[in-house]
């Protein structure tokens, strides 16, 4: 399995200081287990916890799972950081993570975006041939209700555990269109992401769209297409990141070595090292003319390929201000290898050393989205998209 970002944490954990007794073979003898000083600092931290979790055990009225306490004073300890893309992976949730890496999973078939600041979820994505388009979900759609939890960015890691279910199970989802809600009761199947879709347009331009990147196969699926468009007769591309959340930052630094010969990608910065981790392409870019679609929902590395791109003047970007998560988060598994936690580690810059987070790119032509197509069920290619329209455009012009 391919791993990008992805640390394994082994932590030991030192249960035992001072004096134990036990016996053996009928002679009772006595085991210390000595430890730095430091070592002993930093568990002496732990000790009204466990004074604590003593009381519980001891007083508390009903039976208790000191494994799901466990959980809840490491989702605390999280939660205190304020950072929302700063979380804990239970079992489930670490399983089902690298499920969606491969590309399959269960569930109903969308893709989310929270919000933070609105505190509101939104649908960026139905996939093709799932529960969620047969019972007629719409991108765009915001998420409020998943059985009887109320959705907002703070519950929507919990609302997604509950919509993956079992294959066959039903799941009650409610959703607010135009501020009027729709509920739907659909049944979880089987879901096939498919990460890449692309067509010739008119005039030779390519058109590839790119909705996350994520999962194994991504880059050589990406370099199939191009090269499928390029033998189509392709005299420019246009690259689609619209709704693209992001994903694995590796992925778009390949992407980018599509475009960009020997470059600086992004590089980093945070509160522990001077080293900056600056990412380049390789040689051997394409020169293809190539202009790059976003909205307010591309994030992360949409924004980190997106940037790098501008700041070189390789493509002409247009569409609407993206999304501006402009920080990079660990993959840690934690030593019982079911387990982990995504943490924020530092801040990204693009190569001219501009900021992203808070703020998103600008684009070089900017054009809005009517409000009657926010839901508007567009097909591959559809010329009826203003912002797709403004693009082809663009493309036809580079290629001149």
């Not at 598994?333 to 600008?362: K, M, R």
Request: charged share 20%; aromatic share 10%.
């Amino acid at each position: 399995m391919k791993k990008r970002l992805v640390v394994f944490l082994v932590i030991l954990a030192l249960l035992v200081s001072g004096l134990s007794v036990f016996t053996a073979l009928g002679e009772t003898r006595r085991s210390t287990v000595t430890i730095d000083r430091s070592t002993y600092e930093r568990l002496q931290r732990y000790e009204k916890l466990d004074e604590i979790m003593q009381y519980i055990s001891q007083y508390y009225y009903k039976d208790i799972d000191s494994d799901e306490m466990f959980e809840g004073a490491i989702n605390g300890m999280l939660a205190s950081l304020g950072d929302p893309y700063t979380f804990y992976y239970n079992q489930e949730e670490w399983s089902d993570m690298w499920e969606e890496e491969e590309g399959e999973y269960t569930g109903i078939g969308i893709q989310l975006l929270g919000d933070y600041e609105s505190q509101t979820v939104k649908i960026t994505r139905v996939f093709r041939n799932t529960p969620a388009e047969a019972a007629g979900m719409r991108k765009n759609d915001i998420l409020t209700r998943v059985e009887d939890m109320e959705v907002t960015a703070e519950t929507m890691t919990a609302a997604v555990k509950i919509m993956r279910g079992e294959v066959g199970g039903t799941v009650e989802v409610e959703v607010s269109r135009d501020g009027e809600p729709i509920v739907f009761n659909i049944t979880r199947a089987a879901i096939h992401m498919n990460n890449i879709d692309y067509t010739m347009l008119d005039n030779n331009v390519g058109y590839l769209i790119l909705y996350q990147f994520s999962t194994d196969s991504l880059i050589s699926d990406f370099n199939a297409a191009m090269d499928a468009l390029e033998a189509q007769g392709a005299k420019s591309i246009i690259l689609d990141l619209r709704d693209n959340p992001g994903g694995w930052v590796d992925d778009a630094v390949s992407v980018a070595n599509r475009f960009l010969d020997s470059k600086l990608v992004v590089y980093t910065k945070s509160r522990f090292t001077t080293d900056t981790n600056p990412q380049y392409t390789r040689s051997g870019a394409d020169n293809i003319p190539l202009v790059v679609l976003v909205n307010e929902n591309s994030a992360s590395s949409s924004e980190i390929l997106t940037g790098a791109l501008q700041d070189y003047k390789r493509a002409t970007v247009v569409g609407t201000q993206s999304f501006g998560k402009g920080i990079m988060q660990y993959v840690l598994g934690l030593s019982d290898n079911n387990t982990g936690i995504q943490l924020t580690y530092c801040e990204y810059f693009t190569p001219n050393g501009n900021a992203v987070h808070g703020i998103g790119i600008t684009p070089d032509i900017v054009v809005e989205m009517p409000e009657n197509m926010v839901y508007a069920d567009l097909q591959l290619g559809d010329m009826s998209d203003p912002q797709l329209t403004a693009a082809w455009e663009e493309a036809v012009r580079l290629a001149q």
